[in-house]
Structures are given as C-alpha cells and as structure tokens.
C-alpha cells in the first residue's frame, strides 16, 4: 500500500498563507504565558531541525501531529513529534 502524503490534520486541499500563518501564530503567542514559551535561540534551533524533516509539508505543517510547527516550536512544554524519535531532544 503506497504511503499518504497527507499530513493527520489536513490534506493538499487545506493550505494558508504566509501571511494567514503569521496572523495566526500573532494571536496564538499572545496567548501563551511567557514562562511557557521557548527562548528565542532555542526556537530558531527547533524550526532549523523541522527545515529539514522529511515530515514537514506545505513548509508548515507536520505530518506525525498536524500542527504548524511555528506554533508547536514556541512552545517550551512541548516536543517534536516524529515516532522515530524527537529531533529537538539534543538542543
């Protein structure tokens, strides 16, 4: 059976903009109290490492949880999701 490339939260049919994106990601951080999100160099390391993840799509979203991971990034309680093993671990 041939591997889906669709991602568990959308599909090729549901995409945003940059521009969407950055609106969202806008209102979602205003949300977050700041103890809770990630420190700068940190975040910049974990979107460096989703660059170049086999499961990122739409350069956007994960493929393993459906998330943005501009937005999953930001958080510090949170962790990569890839099932072979996180990718931010060693960060």
């Not at 049919?13 to 977050?32: C, K, L, P, W």
């Not at 999100?37 to 979107?47: C, E, G, H, Q, S």
Request: aromatic share 8%; with cysteine; charged share 25%.
């Amino acid at each position: 059976m041939a591997e889906s490339k669709n991602c568990k939260g959308c599909s090729a049919t549901v995409h945003q903009s940059f521009d969407e994106i950055r609106a969202n990601m806008d209102e979602y951080t205003g949300t977050i109290d700041p103890d809770l999100r990630t420190d700068p160099a940190l975040y910049k390391k974990r979107l460096l490492r989703c660059s170049s993840c086999a499961g990122l799509y739409y350069e956007t979203t994960c493929r393993y949880c459906g998330c943005f991971v501009q937005m999953r990034a930001l958080r510090r309680n949170l962790d990569c999701p890839n099932p072979e093993g996180s990718r931010w671990h060693e960060l």
